[in-house]
C-alpha cells in the first residue's frame, strides 16, 4: 500500500511562491509517475503537473505553465511543485498523486493519493 502525505501548503499573497511537498511511503519510488493535481470550491479536480517514471518527462496544464515546476527526489521518495507567481484563481487543495503506469493528466490513471494541502492566494 502507498501513502502520500502532502505539505506546504499555506496562505500566500498574489504574486508569491510556494513549494509543496509529497512524501512517498513506498519500496521503488523511481518506479511510479506522479501527479499534481487540484480542486477548488465548487470546481471538479483538475490536472496541474505530472512527471513521469523512468523518462523524468514533465507536463503541465496551460494554467500553470511557466509557473509552476514539478520535479522529484528519488532519494527521498519526495516529490515537489514549486509555485511561483502565484494567482488568487491558483487557490485549491491540491493533491499528489502516484501511478504505476504512465499517469500523466487523467485522474483515473492514478492509483494512490494523498489528502491534500490547502493553498490559498489573496489579492
Known amino acids: 500500500q502507498v501513502q502520500l502525505v502532502e505539505s506546504g501548503g499555506g496562505l500566500v499573497q498574489a504574486g508569491g511562491s510556494l513549494r509543496l511537498s509529497c512524501a512517498a511511503s513506498v519500496r521503488v519510488f523511481s518506479t511510479y509517475s506522479m501527479g499534481w493535481f487540484r480542486q477548488a470550491p465548487g470546481k471538479e479536480r483538475e490536472f496541474v503537473g505530472a512527471i513521469i517514471r523512468l523518462t523524468g518527462s514533465t507536463y503541465y496544464a496551460d494554467a500553470v505553465k511557466g509557473r509552476f515546476t514539478i520535479s522529484r527526489d528519488n532519494a527521498k521518495n519526495t516529490l515537489y511543485l514549486q509555485m511561483n507567481s502565484l494567482k488568487p484563481e491558483d487557490t485549491a487543495v491540491y493533491y499528489c498523486?502516484?501511478?504505476?503506469?504512465?499517469?500523466?493528466?487523467?485522474?483515473?490513471?492514478?492509483?494512490?493519493w494523498g489528502q491534500g494541502t490547502q493553498v490559498t492566494v489573496s489579492s
Open positions: 498523486a502516484a501511478s504505476r503506469g504512465v499517469g500523466a493528466w487523467t485522474a483515473p490513471n492514478y492509483d494512490y
